[in-house]
């Protein structure tokens, strides 16, 4: 399919395209009225048809960056893999989007969401989807980078085909814990425990960010299975971002404060302090019926298992 970049045109895309869920509520008005006109702003310009450069800009390779319609197609061919990130930067809050995958053998190549902070001594949350020969499912793989380490894999199959139609996928992020959902559905939770030692990632603010590239020699079957190159471009599908979390500005010296408890967000509400009953019995599921790997269970890998493991 031929690639066009997003970048160079002048074309404008429908409200539909993207929703910048930055909410005002009447209590972040009253603790921080500039705040909430600054998000009343974004809000008014997203209700507006916008540039795909008004929000986001190219990691890498932006002539492998599609728009049509409402949908971002991200492509990998024997050229370049590709990639593309939010403009602003955000410390705690949730960041969801619908993704649909590529379709038929996918073997070798992995698609990512993901959040991350700049630098060797990142942090970052990943999902990333480790593409497979047709006929067999694709894994999900999550990990969790804290100050530059990371080393903190999950894998998990799906109850669904992600190439047959878009699902959603999502980061939710406060100060007690990381969600990684699916369709809503929670399938990894990685807690705070600072008190035993465990450094929780809580000062670096991350872009979110989106990419496609080769990864034949780990991705699928440990790297025994490559890509076959015959059936590029591969091509995965974005829609429907949605972005409600504590946004903040280059200047900002205090990215801490600027997005403490004591300023009253949703996330941080006593209710979003654990999973409610529901979400806690659909993790179970998920953890009893779809988890292929843990890094936690991984003995032979880990003389000492990591302290966050450890209950």
């Given amino acids: 399919m031929p690639i066009k970049t997003p970048f160079s045109r002048t074309s404008r895309f429908c409200p539909t395209w993207i929703v910048i869920f930055l909410l ?4 972040m008005a009253q603790h921080c009225p500039l705040t909430s006109l600054m998000s009343l702003a974004m809000l008014l310009n997203a209700a507006f048809c916008a540039n795909f450069s008004d929000f986001f800009q190219p990691l890498w390779a932006p002539d492998h960056i599609a ?39 996918s073997a070798g190549t992995v698609t990512a969401f993901y959040m991350s902070s700049e630098g060797p001594n990142r942090d970052e949350l990943d999902f990333e989807f480790l593409g497979n020969v047709s006929g067999e499912p ?27 139609d878009f699902h959603t996928y999502s980061l939710f992020w406060n100060h007690r814990y990381i969600v990684f959902l699916v369709d809503r559905i929670p399938i990894r939770v990685f807690a705070n425990k600072e008190e035993n030692g465990v450094i929780y990632p809580k000062s670096q603010a991350m872009s979110i960010r989106w990419s496609m590239w080769n990864a034949d020699d780990w991705a699928t079957q ?6 076959n190159w015959s059936h590029s471009p591969f091509v995965a599908t974005f829609r429907s ?27 941080d509400k006593p ?35 990591p302290r966050e493991c450890i209950n």
């Fill in 24 to 27: 005002i509520k009447l209590q």
């Fill in 241 to 267: 971002f949605e972005i409600d979390a504590c946004e903040l500005s280059p200047e900002t010296d205090d990215v801490e404060a600027e997005c403490a408890v004591s300023r009253h967000f949703w996330w």
């Fill in 271 to 305: 209710s979003m302090r654990e999973l409610n009953r529901h979400q806690s019995h659909q993790l179970k599921w998920v953890r009893r019926k779809h988890m292929v790997y843990d890094y936690c269970k991984d003995v032979a890998r880990f003389t000492e298992l």
């Fill in 222 to 227: 440990g790297g025994s299975v490559k890509t």
């Fill in 138 to 164: 694709y894994l999900v793989q999550t990990n969790v980078y804290v100050n530059g380490s990371g080393n903190r894999e999950q894998r998990h199959s799906l109850w669904f085909d992600p190439t047959l």
């Fill in 67 to 105: 728009t049509e319609g409402d949908h971002i197609n991200l492509s990998l061919d024997t050229v370049s893999g590709c990639g593309f990130e939010s403009r602003s930067k955000y410390l705690f809050g949730k960041a969801s989007m619908q993704i649909k995958l590529v379709e038929g053998d």
